[in-house]
């Protein structure tokens, strides 16, 4: 009954900035540390970036200084800023997001997006 939708993917040039954003929607009591992962062609996923439900932030080291990860919980929504872009960053990013399906459930499940693809040109 859950379910994320990842926008803002696409392609750009080396140097430029794009903003990825999930939404989360269905029927659940809470949503505790959202995440976004990529997979590049040939690679397994990884994690990029995560953000607790306090806003505690942290990074992959190859992005830190150029990604920025946020969230509205009001909105169940998370977002992803990426500036500076490199073409090693192409990859198709999937939003994760721990969920308590229920005020009295006493354990969160993880639930994925669709994911979108990012593309940067050299």
């Known amino acids: 009954q859950v379910q994320l939708v990842e926008s803002g993917g696409g392609l750009v040039q080396a140097g430029g900035s794009l903003r990825l954003s999930c939404a989360a929607s269905g029927t659940f009591s809470s949503i505790n540390t959202m995440g976004w992962y990529r997979q590049a062609p040939g690679k397994q996923r990884e994690l990029v970036a995560s953000v607790t439900s306090r806003s505690s932030t942290t990074y992959t080291d190859s992005v830190k200084g150029r990604f920025t990860i946020s969230r509205d919980n009001a909105k169940n929504m998370v977002y992803l800023q990426m500036n500076s872009l490199k073409p090693e960053d192409t990859a198709v990013y999937y939003c994760?997001?721990?969920?308590?399906?229920?005020?009295?459930?006493?354990?969160?499940?993880?639930?994925w997006g669709q994911g979108t693809q990012v593309t940067v040109s050299s």
């Open positions: 994760n997001a721990g969920i308590q399906p229920s005020y009295y459930s006493r354990t969160y499940s993880t639930h």
